[in-house]
């Protein structure tokens, strides 16, 4: 049996985290600033994934934008 409900804890300070069928981890972000505090909560994600001898599955990662200027840097 697996538990991950610290998953959340680790990662709320950073952006926000949906746990199910598909997991996600996103943040809105509206400044330059934001990038950077959502890159922190893929950091904090990866700490927990190897505090628990977890892996992540990078080809099934993705990274989506939405917005006018999106994929845009």
């Known amino acids: 049996m697996l538990f991950i409900n610290d998953l959340i804890e680790c990662c709320i300070p950073y952006s926000e985290i949906y746990l199910f069928v598909d997991d996600k981890l996103?943040?809105?972000i509206t400044q330059d600033s934001g990038k950077?505090?959502?890159?922190?909560?893929?950091?904090?994600?990866?700490e927990w994934t190897q505090e628990w001898f977890l892996?992540?599955?990078a080809s099934k990662c993705t990274v989506m934008s939405f917005g006018k200027n999106a994929g845009t840097n």
């Open 26 to 28: 996103f943040r809105h």
């Open 36 to 46: 950077t505090v959502l890159q922190r909560g893929v950091n904090a994600l990866q």
């Open 55 to 57: 892996k992540l599955n």
